[in-house]
């Protein structure tokens, strides 16, 4: 939401983790959770959960503390894949001030990848933002599957299917074993409070 | 503060290295794909500070900070708190689902959020909650898709404003009209659209389902709507009569000593499963209701009028087995002389409370309502000689007939909100402790369809009457006998309460 309280001195960057249904967004805020010290996460919220653990979203709030005066905080949110959950994924992309765009490494997920990176495109404009202007991350999960009797898509692959330019950081990830998840975090939140930064502050 | 591009790069710099000390683990562990449960690299560290042993932390007693959630919020108690988030969750939920089982739980969290607000925050809010109660009940009055599109977006304007009445200070309900005042060009439009969507189509549902138009589940919600006020078809079922009709009779007439008799605990046990079927008949027929109002249900409609016939009938087998014994005869306690030899309660269970200083019994399926009123209200009844269902009420939308249990649950809420039933009155001195607030017990006799209020002292409980002896009591007004165990007392209210 890039809310920035100049009279409390608070800001707060609204990260949202996308992608498509079950590539592990919810899995990177649980691995964050869990392995972060206590001093910067605050509690995990993880709403409307019954068998499809996301129904509707989680919310990991951080908080780096004081800096330049500034109350820093960065909010984690995650959004539910399944498309009858479409209006939910517009909802919480509104005020999103940094994109990780998390994709599944299983074959059979190639289509759905590519489609929810369209999806998030869409859903962007129509919020009066776009993915060339918003600070972006790219996860290659389930790297960890590669190594399985299970068929994955290659690195190449699926840079090519989501990152042809190079327009955004990648890193590949293992949400389960934690891999490639604080890289992510720390790269997406570098980006976001720049521009949180320079956007807002610069011109009060 | 300096905004220079300068004091900016100073700024990142100092976050980029905040968030490189701050965000890493402290710990290694790792996430099983299957069950999700997390082990720690190092199995000592499980107990560590983290709740690690859930995958999916559902931690509900934390806000949103920001966002999409107002940040005043958190001064209020944290149950406020709570009730609001849930509320607005259940909001959100309509925005993306328009369905009437999410229109439904919002209601259920607006009634529950009521109950969590003080009188004065009820002062502030009744304005801008009562605006939301209409929009929610009129959206499950109409067919699912005229649903005006606009809806959602107005519940969650007004519950913005509800939560800035809530967390601001000086508020008066003044303020509270005016700062909702933005959307009253909305509202009446929205409220123009359900009137004439509601004109449009009354018996759209009917002809849909004939027609096979309609698609299942859409227009429900208009069909409950459209109940209130008529009743269903098919109401010859015995269901909701089967307590009344089976249960011990009303008249303190001795039971005939020849029958032989099903020992105590057996007539105890099948008495509590008639009343659980009578319940469970009341739940079918609730549901019965809403299916009735489905096109696509109705094989599932025919399955549960089956059941429910099915169990009423078993009902009547256990009752008659049960009570034949019992030989219900002479309603009439006045005109019917006391028995010479020693009579018997002709109850087996009874309910007891205190009342005007003295231990009261009654047959416990007569009660319809048990509990104190809403907002200290009781305390206004000491003085009144009668009750009007409609005090029963938390707030003027929510419904009587879901707070009702037994046969009068089955009537219209539109037929209850106009009765009014006399409180009892002794004609002994009032006496010495009197109760500010005081328990109601609203009894209602389904033979004679006569109900009356006590305002009692004290919750009732049931007991069994065997182990008191029964003396009949016909001079006593109220009072059908006596029941004694030494020096105990319990005063056995008669059919003549209800007169
Ligand atoms: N093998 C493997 N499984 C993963 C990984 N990340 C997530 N999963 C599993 O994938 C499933 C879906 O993950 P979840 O986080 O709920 O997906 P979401 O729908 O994107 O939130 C869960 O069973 C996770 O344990 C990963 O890196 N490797
Ligand atoms: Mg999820």
Redesign the interface.
């Known amino acids: ?1 890039a ?1 920035i309280d100049l009279s409390k001195k ?1 800001v ?1 960057c ?1 990260v949202v983790y996308y992608g498509p249904g079950r590539c592990g967004k ?2 990177n805020l ?2 964050i ?8 996460k ?8 019954k068998g499809d ?1 996301t129904l ?1 979203f989680d ?1 990991l ?2 908080n ?2 004081k ?4 109350d ?2 960065i ?1 984690l949110y995650t959004v539910p894949g399944q498309t ?2 479409a ?2 994924r517009k ?1 919480v992309l509104k ?1 999103v001030d940094g994109v990780v765009f998390v994709a599944d490494s299983l074959k059979v997920r190639k289509a759905k990848n590519i489609e929810s990176l369209q999806d998030l495109a869409n859903n962007l404009k129509e919020h009066g933002k776009s993915m060339d202007e918003i600070p972006m991350v790219i996860q290659y999960n389930k790297r960890d599957l590669v190594s399985s009797p299970i068929p994955t898509l290659s690195i190449e692959e699926m840079k090519k299917d989501l990152n042809p330019q190079n327009k955004w950081p990648d890193f590949e990830a293992s ?4 891999a490639g ?2 890289e992510t ?2 790269e997406i ?2 980006l976001t ?2 521009y949180v ?2 956007k807002h ?2 011109i ?1 | 503060m300096n905004t220079s591009e300068n004091s900016i790069e100073q700024l990142t710099q100092e976050m980029e290295n905040a968030i490189d000390s701050l965000f890493t683990p402290t710990k290694k562990i790792e996430i099983d794909p299957l069950t999700n449960e997390i082990k720690a690299e190092n199995n000592t560290q499980r107990t560590g500070t983290s709740p690690s042993a859930s995958a999916a932390p559902e931690i509900h007693d934390s806000i949103p900070p920001s966002g999409l959630f107002d940040q005043n919020v958190t001064k209020l108690p944290l149950s406020l708190q709570n009730a609001l988030r849930e509320l607005y969750q259940g909001l959100m939920t309509i925005e993306w689902d328009m369905a009437v089982s999410h229109i439904q739980k919002a209601r259920r969290l607006l009634d529950g959020l009521s109950g969590n607000l003080t009188a004065d925050q009820i002062g502030l809010t009744q304005h801008v909650m009562t605006q939301m109660a209409d929009i929610l009940a009129a959206l499950e009055a109409i067919p699912l898709n005229q649903v005006p599109s606009h809806s959602p977006k107005l519940l969650l304007n007004l519950f913005e404003v509800l939560e800035q009445v809530l967390t601001s200070d000086n508020m008066t309900p003044e303020k509270t009209i005016a700062m909702a005042a933005p959307l009253s060009q909305e509202l009446n439009n929205f409220f123009e659209e359900i009137e004439r969507i509601q004109q449009d189509t009354p018996f759209q549902l009917e002809q849909g389902a004939a027609a096979g138009t309609t698609s299942p589940g859409l227009a429900s919600a208009a069909a409950i709507a459209r109940d209130l006020h008529r009743p269903l078809p098919e109401q010859s079922i015995p269901s909701l009569s089967l307590v009344p009709e089976t249960e011990p009779p009303v008249a303190p007439k001795p039971v005939t000593p020849a029958a032989p008799e099903a020992p105590p605990f057996l007539q105890e046990a099948v008495a509590k499963h008639t009343m659980q079927l009578s319940r469970w008949i009341d739940r079918l027929n609730a549901l019965e209701k809403i299916l009735a109002g489905v096109s696509g249900m109705e094989k599932l409609l025919a399955f549960h009028r089956q059941l429910k016939q099915e169990m009423a009938a078993q009902g009547q087998i256990l009752a008659q087995a049960i009570h034949r014994p019992m030989a219900p005869v002479a309603p009439d306690v006045r005109t019917e002389a006391p028995e010479p030899a020693q009579p018997a309660c002709p109850w087996r269970m009874l309910a007891r409370t205190e009342w005007w200083g003295k231990r009261i019994a009654f047959p416990q399926e007569y009660i319809a309502f048990e509990g104190k009123l809403p907002w200290g209200r009781g305390k206004q009844l000491l003085s009144k000689d009668s009750l009007p269902l409609s005090m029963l009420k938390k707030w003027p939308w929510s419904g009587i007939r879901s707070l009702l249990t037994g046969s009068l649950s089955s009537l219209e809420d539109s037929q209850l909100k106009t009765m009014v039933m006399p409180i009892l009155v002794s004609q002994e001195p009032p006496p010495s402790i009197i109760i500010t607030e005081p328990s109601v017990l609203l009894l209602w006799n389904p033979e004679t369809s006569k109900g009356c209020v006590i305002l009692a002292d004290s919750p009732s409980t049931p007991f069994k009457t065997d182990a008191w002896t029964w003396e009949d009591a016909p001079t006593k007004p109220f009072f059908a006998g006596i029941l004694r165990k030494n020096d105990d007392a319990i005063y056995v209210l008669s059919q003549d309460i209800f007169s």
Not at chain 1, 33 to 40: C, I, Q
Not at chain 1, 42 to 49: C, D, N, P, R, S
Not at chain 1, 67 to 70: L, N, P, R, Y
């Open positions: 939401m809310l608070e707060h609204k919810t899995t649980i691995y959770y869990n392995a972060m010290s206590d001093a910067a605050g509690k995990m919220l993880t709403i409307e959960t653990r509707f919310l709030p951080l780096l503390g800096i330049g005066g500034f820093i905080r909010q009858i959950y209006s939910t909802l005020g949400a389960v074993k934690g998840v604080f975090l720390r939140s570098k409070v720049k930064a320079k502050l610069l009060k």
